[in-house]
Every structure is written in C-alpha cells, then in structure tokens.
C-alpha cells in the first residue's frame, strides 16, 4: 500500500512537471514577447512614445528575469512554481495571479461541486434505468433521451438556456454573480437568495450539459452487467426486480463509472471555466476570460496551470478512493 | 409415485431478422421426487433454453409459445409474475453455468443468502436467517466463515457449492444444474457432483441434471434423455441408454463416445445439426440418419412408449408398436 | 446400408440490402445521425453553391437586421448576414473537424500500431506519454497554444493542428489495446509462422480487422475537434475575421446579444452546432454499437 502512495505521488509529480514544462515552453516556442505585446497596447492607447515603451520593456524584463538564459528561466520558473508562485498580473498589478485565483475559486468550486454530482447521480440513475429492460416502458421512454444531452455541450445549453429560459420566458436573469445595484452582503438572506438565483442558468447549463454523458456510459456499462451471470442468478433466486437492480446491477455498474468521473473532471473544469465568462460569474473562467481579452499571459499561464494540477491532484486522490468501493482491489 | 415435475408439450421460438426458430418443439417429461435425469445433446438442441423455459426465464427475442410445466402440483406457465418469483427456488431452483461469475462480487456469500431467504418470507427473525444460511453452507462442505468472504476470496469448486448451497436454501422440490462443472478440473467436478447428489437426497428432491460430459452424467443420474433441435428424442434408464440406445441419434451419439476396447477410433456423426431457422420437415435427424425411411421426410414422428418405461420419438418403433 | 446424405437444408438468407435496413431500424441513432448530417451537408453545399459567400463578412449588408425574407437569419452588429455566415462557417467547421479528426486519427492509428506490435521500449515510452498527458486537460494546453499565437496568424489550419496536438491520445490508446488483443489471435501466429513478414502481417491481417475501431475513432476525433474548436472560439482564441460557428456566439456574448434584443445572433449558429455535434454523437453511438457487438440492442 505504502508503495503504491509513493508511485502514484511519483506520477502526479511527473503529470505537473509535464504541465509546468508545456505551459513554459509553448508560449516561448511562439516568439511572440508577452511584455512587448502588453505594452504595446497600453502604448497605442495611452500615447507614450516608442522609446518610453523600449525602456518600460527592459525594466521588465529585468525585473520578471526574461533577460535571463533560457534554461535558467525554466529552472527558477519550476522553482517558483513549487512555492505555489504563479506570477503577478500585468493587468492588476501588484495583485499576484494566486490571489485573483483565491479570490475566484469560491465561486467555481460551489458551482462545479454541486453540478458535478447532481450530474453523475442523476446521469448514471438514468442509464441505468435506461439499459435495464425490467424497468417500466414509461420510465425508459423517459430516460432514453437524456443520451441525446450528450451531444450538446454545457456551453451551447448555456446560449440556449438564456434564449429560451431568459430571455423568452424571462424566468431566470441573463447573467451576472447578482442583481445590479446590490451591495454584496453574506449576511443578508435576501442577497443569499439573488446569488443563487444567478446560479441557476449557469448551474442548469452545466448540469444538463453534462448528464448525458453519464446517461450514455452508464447506458453501456449497464448492458454489459446486466448481462453478467451474478445478475442471471440473482433472478433465478426469485429475487424482486428491485433488489436485483439496486445490489446486483447498479453496484457493479457504478464501479467503472467512480473511474469515468476522475477522468471526466477535465473536461467538466473547463466547461464551468468557459460558462462562467459566459454568463459573467466572478469565478475562475472570469479570471481567465479577463486575461485572454486583455493579454495578461502570466494570469492566463497561471490559470491554466493551476486548474491543471488541481484537476491532477484530485484524479491521483480518487484512485486512493477507489479501492474503498470495491472489495477486490481492497485486499491486493 | 405421484411425479413432482410434469412437463406437458413445452414450446420455445426465437424470433431473430432472419425468422423464426423453434428452439423447443413440444417437449414432454416426468419426474419423481428423487429422481435425476441427465439432459444430453449437441449445443443448440435446446438443453438450456429447456432449463430457462422451465423457471420461465426466457428473455426477448425467445418466448414460450406453449405447453406446462406442473410442479408439485401446480403449473409455472399459469402463475403471475409475482407469484413465479416466489416459486423460484422454493419450488424449483437453478444451479448456474458459470459458476465463476455467478456471485456477485461486490457484496459477500452471507448477502446473497439473506437476500435469497428474506425474498420469499419477510417473517423470518434475522438469526433464525443467519442459521439456515450456515447450515446450508456446512452441508455442501464450506465452514461457515465463508459467509462473511466474497467471491474473489473463494476457489472455483468452493463457489460453485457457494451456488449450491444457495439453490437448496428453500428446500425446493425440483433442482436444475446447467453444465454445474463445466469450468470446473476433474477433481473438483467430482466432489461438486458428490455434493449434487448429497444434498439432493437430503431434501429428496428430483434433479435435472444437464452436461456434455456423458461418462460424468453415467455415474450420477438414473434416467438419461437424448435431445435433437429442441426435442426428446430418446428417454432410458442410464444402463438401457449406454448398452442398447434404440434411437440411430442415440446410438449414434453412444457410439461416438471413446472407450478402452475400440482405442484410437473415432465415430463421428455425419452430417452437421441443421440451422434450427429452417429444420428439416418430418423427424429433424432424418437428412443424417443411417436408417432413414419415406415417411421419416414428412411426418413428425409420435412419441411412443416402449418396454423399459422408454420414450422414444423415432418412426422405427412408432410402427411396431 | 443407406447412403447418408450430408447436404444442408438451403437456409434462405434475406438480401444484403434488407438486413442492413433491418439493423437501421434497430440501430435508429445511427440512421437519424446520418440523416442529420446528411442535410447539414446539403444544406451546405446549395448554400455556397448560390448565396453570395462576401456576405460572411463584416460590413456588407445592412447591421442589426431580425430574421426577414431578405435575410433568414438575420443580420449581426458588425454586418454580416448570418445565414451566409452559418454556411461558410458550417464548411470551415466539417473542414476543422476533417482535417483534426483525420489528422488525430492517423497519429494514433501509427503510434499505437508501433506501441502495441514492436512492444518494448517504444511501447513504454508512447503509454508513458499518452498516460502522463491524460490527466492534463487538453482544453486548457489549447488554450495556451492558441493563445500564445498572434491573432492575426491563427486560420482554420492552425485551428486544427491546435486541436490535434494534444487529441491523439485517445485513438492510440485504443487501437493499441485493439492491436495487442489481435496480435494473440490465431490467424495472425499463422501468418508469421508461414513467414510473412512484420508490413505485411500489419496490412493484410491486421488492419482490415482493425477498420471498425478505426472508424469509430474518426468519428469520435472529428466530434471531439468540432467540440474543442468550438470552446477555444468561443473563448476568443479562434481565427477572429472568419465566421465560424463559435466565433459568432463568440461575437454576440461580447455585445451582450439578448442584453440588446438580437436574440437570432448567438441563437441560429447555437442550434446549427447542436445539430452538428448532436448527429455526430448519433453516429458514434451507433458506430460503437457496430464495432462492440457487447452493447448492441437485445431488443
């Protein structure tokens, strides 16, 4: 057990080193100066001469040591990176990337937590009564569709939930973290209310977005279990369509699946990153949106890479939980 | 003897894309408590959809297009949904194929036990459970402990008398065994049966004992009924079967076995069992009979009774008698 | 003695035709999909063959207009008519999700070949990778890619190469399982053992077995490219003059489209995507159900 710790931490190390590497090189790979760019914005609009703007870019290049030889770059840039120092924001200077993440990822981490398992319970629920052929015609009838989700990302749900939800029916406000004109204040119920209000759309999006892919693989994973011969037997013992379902089939399908929501995490991070620059909710993917509309490429970079380990972190975790779920891995 | 399983004209299709195939084609047969019968034939003649048809098991594309199956009394084809799965395993219960994969691995033996018994009478006190599922563990040979083990903890023999065990949990008066030792190594094939044949006279209930292995199945069953495309061909008592099959499939399928005298030859039958989508008309043997006659091309052979309380569907007795 | 007559009754198979009709029937999904994309495919087609394809872009018809007879889907902001717009922006999305998916393909049928046939240290080194790369989410690398490019050089092309870069993963993978499990099957050991060689064992025996996973990889790696294509456009990050489908919503979210009342904006290519991808998640479906005999329909 002691091993198997310290090979999957060897992996994870290995899985950020290989990020922090890809993250540092690609933008190098692309000549294309971060500073030089930034300021060369800032110089059209804000009407400093040309050679103001060489001396502002050598001060920062000094300063941010992008003067330096490349490989030294990359050395102090994997060090900084283990002291959990992503860089400060051009944009919002002296705030550091860290902080502007910190300050957003509450906002994330509810939305995705509660979409995420909404999505996984209700997705592999309908799967499952999808592949069972005991199950009620109606129930089936119902739950059979939900594949379909599966071919409409969260964000496009997102457009057509604001056309048809808010914007036709007006039944859910367009976007927004709460009402304009309200002062943030945790302690008011009623601000509580306007905030979870605002979720909704977004949190529907995401939701419904993402539970047909569970419905399709639990679909398949049913069909394979049901045809399984424990589940045979468990009908030759006369044993009632519910029990079969709950402790033969549904057991052993949701196995596979604990796996699936691991890898899943990617894909799901980055569609609650692209809803929340959609509807303008002050989580990370406004963060990131901000800085790809205003090229804040330290703030992008650090973005990226954090969500990058965190979503790592957290598959490398669950691999830990797996085993707890099912018997036969426990005892090896 | 009054029998506890009559089998009256059982029939089973399945309907695939490209027809209709009679996978049981009116199939009659009695036991007595206590009696084992081995269910032989080639793969596809319609042992296990027999099995399946029997505890009404058949799933989609297959149905059962007709006939009874009366146990102890009353008639399985009759009952309503409710009430068969209440007659699974107390009435009539079922010894798996694939005896590796039969248990459910996620959960331990002792569950699957509970859940069996609680299924068919909620009255039952938890230990009073707990006591019948040990007891029929101690009588197929596993102790007791192995009700708090899961699946992946046992042997393949060790599983399958798990099976067993479970089969027997309600005393039912029929038991069925597909192929019980298929998977299994010839010892452990014939502890299994020992265990079969134990339990079985403990509770005195008929078996159905199905398999390709016939030197097994001689050692163990009193009756042996022949099958071809979903019919009986020949029933006899084991000693009649394997010193003077009367039906050519029967002798033929005898003669097939290898044995010490004829060393180093082997009898094949000719020919190959026909598609069950497009049997041959009259008796379905008839295109690789040895002694096939006119009327064996058009008429369906009766099935006839003949001395030895032998059953036999073959137009050469059918005259005779 | 008779004769024994070993001739098989002649079983009257159905026609090729009605059997592939039949399993249509059953398999729905994979006949509503390429239904689906078969009219898209139409309607493409008849659109750039008459409609006059300078209207993509901005500044050519009347700004702001609702959906009319003169313009079917309306106009945006910037002056496009947009239901030119959708069909240049249909072609270029099928030309990313071709050229990605064949592309993604192709990479993962070859490295998983090697992986799973030469094995060794090149097996390692291509599972080690693809393993190392799984948990980094490939959005997020495009992102950096497609961000870290000038806009002004980012076109369809780069687009599909940023999406192929970290999406062959997925195809290697697969088909190397699927070449390892063949590599075991008989008729491949009598092969080389009547002495044909490795190119030739991996042509004539191997790949035509391969076809079906081959398949249904291409249409998972041309869903996943029109999927990723869409997120990186709609983030900002895709080639901004051209009127792809997610470069619109793209456009119309920056002018906070139903804030303003032009609803038809960001809606019309929504649903035109959702079409897209949804007939290609039939299709996969289907495929997958053809390729894995296991999950196919009992019923």
Redesign the interface.
């Known amino acids: 057990m002691i091993k198997l710790i310290i090979r999957r931490l060897l ?1 994870l190390i ?2 950020i080193w ?2 922090s590497t ?2 540092f090189f ?2 190098r ?2 000549q ?1 100066n971060p500073v030089r760019e930034r300021f060369a914005t800032l110089a059209i609009s804000g009407g400093f001469s040309p050679k103001d703007l060489e001396v502002i870019i050598a001060s920062y290049n000094t300063k941010f040591g992008l003067d330096k030889p490349l490989f030294e770059q990359y050395t102090d840039y994997l060090s900084s990176i283990s002291r959990f120092d992503l860089g400060v924001s051009y944009n919002k200077y002296p705030r550091t990337v860290l902080e502007l993440i910190m300050d957003s990822l509450p906002w994330t981490i509810v939305l995705l937590l509660v979409t995420t398992v909404l999505s996984f319970v209700i997705g592999n629920l309908l799967g499952a009564i999808a592949a069972w ?1 005991r199950a009620p015609r109606w129930l089936r009838t119902f739950a059979t569709p939900f ?2 989700l ?4 969260p ?2 749900m997102g ?2 939930l ?2 048809f939800i ?3 029916l007006k039944l859910a406000p ?1 976007g927004g973290a709460y009402s304009t004109g309200v002062i943030p204040d945790w302690s008011s119920l009623t601000f509580i209310w306007d905030v979870v209000w605002h979720q909704i759309l977004p949190g529907l999006a995401l939701l419904l977005g993402s539970v047909g892919g569970w419905t ?1 693989s639990m679909r ?1 994973m049913g ?2 279990i049901q ?1 399984e011969d424990y589940v045979n037997f468990a009908e030759h013992k006369g044993l009632g369509g519910y029990t079969i379902f709950k402790d033969y089939y549904l057991r052993n399908a949701l196995l596979p699946q604990a796996t699936g929501l691991a ?1 899943a995490l ?2 799901v ?2 569609s609650a990153i ?1 809803i929340e ?2 509807f303008g909710l002050p989580g990370i993917g406004r963060v ?2 901000a800085a ?2 205003s090229n804040d ?1 330290l703030v ?2 650090g973005v ?1 890479l954090f ?2 380990i965190a ?2 972190t957290l ?2 975790l669950m691999e830990f939980i797996y085993p707890l779920l099912d018997p036969r891995i426990r005892n090896e | 003897m009054t029998p506890v399983l009559q089998i009256k004209n059982l029939q089973v299709s399945y309907y695939t ?2 027809g209709r195939a009679r996978a049981l084609d009116g199939v009659d047969l009695t036991l007595t408590a206590g009696e084992k019968l081995g269910l032989v034939g080639e793969s596809g003649s319609g042992k296990s959809t027999m099995a399946l048809a029997m505890m009404r098991m058949i ?3 297959g149905r059962i297009e007709g006939g009874q199956v009366i146990v102890d009394g009353t008639d399985l084809m009759t009952l309503s949904e409710q009430t068969m799965l209440k007659a699974r395993l107390s009435k009539i219960a079922y010894i798996p194929q694939g005896a590796m994969n039969s248990l459910n691995p996620v959960t331990r033996i002792g569950a699957q036990m509970v859940d069996a018994i609680k299924a068919h009478d909620e009255g039952s006190s938890r230990a009073d459970i707990d006591r019948r599922c040990k007891l029929a563990l101690e009588s197929v040979d596993l102790s007791s402990s192995v009700f708090k083990m899961y699946a992946h903890e046992l042997s393949g023999g060790m599983k399958q008398r798990a099976c067993i065990a479970i089969s027997i949990l309600l005393k039912p008066k029929v038991i069925i065994a597909d192929e019980p030792t298929s998977a299994l190594d010839v010892v452990t094939q014939r502890q299994v049966m020992e265990t079969i044949d134990r339990v079985q006279k403990q509770i005195g209930a008929a078996v159905i004992l199905i398999g390709h292995d016939m030197g097994l199945m001689a050692q163990f069953v009193d009756k042996v009924a022949v099958m071809y495309t979903g019919r009986i061909m020949e029933l006899s008592s084991v000693r009649d079967m394997f010193t003077d099959p009367k039906h050519p499939y029967a002798q033929a399928l005898i003669r097939s076995l290898p044995n010490l005298e004829n060393k180093g030859v082997f009898n094949g039958i ?3 069992a ?2 069950l ?4 008309g009259g008796c379905a043997f008839h ?6 006659m006119e009327n064996c091309k058009t008429q369906r052979p009766p099935s006839t009774n003949i001395s030895g309380g032998r059953i036999l569907e073959c137009h050469l007795y059918s005259e005779k008698a | ?2 004769t ?11 026609s090729r035709l009605t ?1 592939i009709f ?2 249509m029937r059953r398999n729905k999904g994979l006949a509503v999909g390429l239904f689906i994309l078969l009219l898209l495919v139409i309607f493409t087609v008849y659109g750039m063959a008459t409609a006059d394809l300078k209207h993509a872009y901005p500044i050519t018809v009347k700004s702001k207009q609702p959906p009319s007879w003169e313009f079917p889907l309306g106009t945006d902001f910037f002056g496009r008519d947009l239901y030119v717009a959708m069909i240049v922006g249909l072609k270029e999305t099928a030309l990313i999700g071709l050229l990605a998916g064949g592309l993604g393909t192709m990479v993962g049928v070859v490295l998983g070949f090697i992986s799973a046939y030469f094995g060794g240290w090149l097996d390692m080194i291509i599972k080690g990778i693809c ?11 495009q ?3 497609a ?4 806009k002004r050089d980012v076109t369809i092309y780069t687009m599909a190469f940023v999406v192929v870069l970290l999406a062959w993963m997925g195809p290697t993978l697969v088909i190397r399982a699927q070449v390892l499990t063949m590599k075991e099957r008989q008729f491949v050991s009598v092969a080389k053992l009547s002495g044909m060689g490795d190119l030739g064992i991996i042509f004539s025996e191997i790949l035509p077995n391969l076809l079906p996973f081959i398949a249904a990889s291409f249409v998972n790696q041309v869903f996943y490219a029109v ?1 990723a294509s ?2 990186l456009a ?4 895709g080639p901004l003059r051209e009127p792809l489908l997610g470069n619109t ?1 793209w456009a119309a ?1 920056g002018q906070s489209a ?2 303003n009342n032009w ?1 038809w904006w ?2 019309f290519p ?2 035109a ?2 079409l897209v ?6 299709i996969n ?1 289907g495929m ?1 159900e053809l390729a894995n005999p ?2 196919r ?3």
């Open positions: 992996f290995t899985v290989a990020a890809i993250v690609i933008p790979i692309s294309k052929p594949i379909l599966q071919g409409v990302p964000v496009l457009v057509l604001l056309f808010g914007f036709k367009l399709l398949g069909i394979t045809g890898l990617g894909g991070v980055v692209v620059s959609q990131l949106d790809i509309r490429f992008i970079y990226v969500v990058t979503v790592a598959m490398v | 894309d490209a799933k989609p594309p000719p020919g190959m026909p598609a989508l497009q049997l041959p295109p690789r009979c040895s002694k096939v | 003695m008779t024994v007559s070993l001739a098989q009754p002649e079983i009257i198979q159905p059997l039949r399993y393993q190392i790369l799984t948990p980094i989410p490939a959005l997020l690398i992102i950096i890619i961000g870290s490019l000038d999927f869409f997120y709609v983030l900002g990050l919503i979210q139903f804030f609803w960001p809606l929504a649903l995507l959702v991808l949804g007939s290609l998640a039939l479906m997958d296991r999950v329909k009992t019923e």
